[in-house]
């Protein structure tokens, strides 16, 4: 990593660097047993290049969060900013990876990660030229033609992964992505998704229950507590990678995030 990209990486919390921006975002839900304060006063951000992860307990409103980011959900305050622009609704510039693969099973891997109105107006070789490479990036180089029903999990979410950077987005949006696959096949895609950051230089911002995928990735941790859903602090993890969850220092960083959210 050069210095330049290092410093780039020390990330702001309300720099006018910033890739995304959160600010003042609240989200209530009209709940069969009353309104639910899913967001209350969120405020954060990206800057160009970083990995943020934000982790909580379940139903502190990471999924929420993650919609109205990814302009799936109107939030009921406040705005979210990408590259300075107010996001509305969907987004090609955003990639966005969920817990559920979302593939559609009648197309091969290639032919999933090259769906898009965009694609439709490239050149169809230099798109499968482009698939291919995007395939390769995620270690599916072979496995072009394959369905998803002939993939394993972590093999869908490879796929889901490449598909959302067909785009080249702007930013790398992933909600749980690691969450259905067993604990080997979990880390392997943690290493792999921390070589395509370094690779590409992607901004990703990753919500997780895992207090330990957030320590192992992230520049910074958002840390959120629930009812009503909001940030209890955001802590800097000053660890080099790659990180092992053996070391002492990566101990110490763990224990205080789950400290935080306990
Ligand atoms: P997380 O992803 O952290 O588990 P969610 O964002 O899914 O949290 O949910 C946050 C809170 O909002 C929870 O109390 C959940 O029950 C509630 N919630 C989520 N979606 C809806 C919805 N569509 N209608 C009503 N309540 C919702
Ligand atoms: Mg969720």
Known sequence: M????????????TGDDARVAVQGVSKRYDGAQG?????????FSVANGEFVCVVGPSGCGKTTLFRVIAGLEESTEGR???DGKM???PTSDLGLVFQEYYLFPWLTAAENVGFGPDHAETAADER???VQELLNLVGLGGSADSYPRDLSGGMKQRVSLARALAMDPGLLLMDEPFGAVDAQT???LQDELLDIWQETGKTILLVTHDVAEAVRL???VVVMAADPGRI????DVDLPRPRTRTDETFGAVYERVLGLIN
């Open 87 to 89: 996001i509305n609704g």
């Open 35 to 43: 309104p639910v304060r899913a967001l209350s006063n969120i405020n």
């Open 2 to 13: 050069s210095g330049e990209d290092a410093t780039s990486r020390m990330g702001s919390s």
């Open 186 to 188: 979990k880390r392997m």
């Open 218 to 220: 992230a520049d910074r």
């Open 80 to 82: 979210v900013l990408l």
């Open 128 to 130: 499968d030229a482009r």
């Open 232 to 235: 209890r602090t955001v802590v």
